[in-house]
């Protein structure tokens, strides 16, 4: 039976014969009076049982669970039938008028039957929301008895805006229910859970931090140079410092630079040919030859443009930022030695950002002005180059994948550095910049205490990756209940997402039992499929020499799994696996 989303009126109009008034219809039956006089003292969302007794035109008369009739008036047209049982919600009250509706369709009639039954057997208002309570708790198999009910409902009260699916989800998962938590699993949800959308986020929010700050500096009445120099260096410090590890600091020394010997402009570029390190080939025994570095011709940095390419390879970053921070950094008057000095040194962005910060410290011994440091720290190709350090910084290179303990050793790492940062910025002098800097770290810092909460019962973990210049985020999941271990020879399910520029998207679910090793790739289409077979053999090859043997599935996608909606958590709380086969998101360009 299809049941419309019309709504049925019933009127109510006491008078002194106790006798009811519907529509055209006079009701004197005592029995009708009380039913319609007790409908007006329900609340809007109150569902109720009725069996449909009579259908004239558009009068109805409904049967309620205690054998009282209730008399209605259809406002719009219902398809319903004489003996349906049927499920009603109170849809509007006014006090005189009050509109019911159907409430689900035939198919859930047994299931309303029993929900209502729970309800009342556990003296619990049959409200659309308990119903809704009730029926998701069923859903999950978990109990509906009245102390579970009233948990959830108890928690549906103090977060409005949660839905019940999360509040139980999260009860489910023996995640604590806090606002956190709640904005947690609906990112999860929704597919908004990447930790590369922090990173993002924060180096973004460090990037506006620096150059408001900056800004703010230079805008104050009455500073002196000297006095606006020193803060912005301060600043530039402590962010660096909230940054860095050891490794990341400075390794040049701008004092045994100034006082180190410069070759003469024809040796420097005949020593780029030969690809040596002009700076460790300086001597104090040379002195004479030239003792000032501004002295330089600006022509040698024509020596660096064609090594651009590589340099930027080896740090991760786009060539046309790299040389456009060189160019400005040498406009700002840095010579040429120390500019080779700083790329030559630096073997990482962050280090690269740090040693022009070492530059700065030293701008006196210099001769650099405030107004070329502001041209430096504001150019658009530092602050780029700056943003992509700390993405570098925050994420993993492909080459550290293989120990699972650079994972932990990232987190931990970006747990210190947002502590940090809130530690130092959360109450800057520019507040608006600080407070989104110190949000975008507490954001992350919380997505790091979920993500622990996952893992606390399925081994689940983000991997960031750094790709060259692109930032990418992966999700692996293994299906492996921790609650539930009682065999460690048990399979072990694992299931990747890969979006790849030539076989597009790629699903691989592996399983590991014992030292068999099944995989199924689920692609796009027929030629992904066969590029992929024609080089099983190399993953093949690969597993037996780690001591596994391969069996391997190659399946085309049928298109509704392509396109269907992430759901995060849907494998997590026990959807089929192959039915999910969809979900992860591994991203990795090839």
Not at 297 to 325: F, M, R, V, Y
Not at 343 to 352: A, D, F, G, R, Y
Not at 382 to 398: A, F, G, R, T
Not at 455 to 476: C, E, G, H, R
């Amino acid at each position: 039976m299809n049941i419309s989303d019309a709504s049925i009126n019933i009127n109510i109009a006491t008078n002194s014969s106790n006798s009811i008034k519907q529509g055209n219809v006079n009701v004197s039956n005592a029995a009708t009076v009380t039913a319609n006089a007790q409908i007006t003292q329900t609340k809007e969302g109150q569902i109720f049982n009725g069996k449909i007794l009579d259908i004239t035109n558009d009068k109805v008369s409904i049967m309620l669970d205690n054998n009282k009739t209730l008399f209605a008036q259809m406002t719009d047209a219902v398809n319903m039938n004489i003996g349906d049982s049927l499920t009603f919600m109170i849809k509007e009250n006014t006090g005189t008028n009050v509109f019911i509706k159907p409430f689900g369709d035939g198919v859930q009639n047994m299931k309303d039957s029993a929900i209502f039954k729970i309800l009342d057997t556990n003296s619990i208002s049959p409200t659309q929301k308990n119903y809704e309570i009730a029926e998701t708790l069923m859903k999950n198999n978990m109990p509906v008895d009245k102390a579970s009910m009233q948990r959830i409902m108890q928690q549906s009260y103090k977060y409005p805006d949660a839905s019940v699916d999360t509040l139980i989800n999260l009860t489910k998962l023996g995640i604590p229910v806090n606002e956190s938590n709640i904005n947690q699993f609906q990112s999860y949800v929704t597919n908004n859970h990447q930790l590369t959308g922090d990173i993002n986020n924060l180096s973004n929010s460090i990037v506006d931090y620096s150059k408001a700050a900056i800004g703010e500096i230079l805008n104050q009445m009455g500073a002196t140079s000297d006095g606006q120099l020193q803060q912005i260096t301060s600043i530039n410090n402590s962010l660096m410092s909230a940054l860095s590890d050891i490794q990341d600091m400075s390794n040049i020394n701008i004092d045994s630079l100034l006082q180190g010997t410069i070759e003469p402009e024809a040796t420097l570029i005949k020593a780029e040919a030969n690809g040596t390190d002009i700076i460790s080939q300086f001597s104090g025994e040379n002195s004479t030859e030239i003792n000032n570095l501004s002295q330089l011709n600006s022509d040698i940095s024509s020596g660096i443009t064609p090594e651009i390419d590589s340099i930027a390879t080896k740090l991760s970053l786009d060539s046309e930022s790299l040389q456009g921070l060189i160019n400005d950094l040498k406009n700002a008057g840095v010579s040429d030695a120390v500019v080779k000095e700083i790329v030559n040194k630096s073997e990482t962005p962050i280090q690269l950002i740090n040693n022009i910060n070492e530059v700065i410290n030293n701008s006196d011994k210099l001769n650099l002005q405030l107004s070329d440091i502001k041209n430096i720290l504001l150019s658009d190709n530092y602050n780029s180059v700056l943003s992509e350090s700390i993405k570098n910084k925050l994420s993993l290179n492909p080459k550290d994948m293989e120990n699972p303990k650079e994972l932990d050793d990232l987190y931990k790492s970006i747990y210190d550095k947002t502590n940090k940062l809130m530690e130092a910025f959360s109450s800057g002098s520019n507040s608006n910049a600080g407070d989104s800097m110190s949000q975008a770290a507490k954001s992350m810092q919380q997505r790091l205490d979920f993500m622990q909460n996952l893992n606390n019962m399925y081994a689940y973990a983000q991997i960031p990756v750094k790709l060259d210049q692109n930032q990418m985020n992966s999700d692996l999941y293994v299906y492996m209940n921790k609650r539930n271990i009682k065999d460690t020879k048990e399979a072990v399910s694992a299931l990747l997402h890969l979006d790849m520029d030539h076989l597009g998207a790629t699903d691989v679910h592996v399983s590991l039992h014992g030292t068999n090793v099944h995989t199924r790739f689920y692609v796009e289409d027929e030629v992904s499929a066969r590029i992929i077979d024609e080089h099983m053999t190399m993953l093949e090859k690969a597993i037996n020499d780690n001591g596994f043997q391969l069996t391997n599935e190659v399946i085309t996608r049928e298109p509704a799994l392509a396109t269907e909606a992430n759901m995060v958590v849907k494998e997590m709380l026990g959807d089929d696996l192959e039915k999910s086969v969809k979900r992860y998101s591994f991203d990795v360009r090839m």
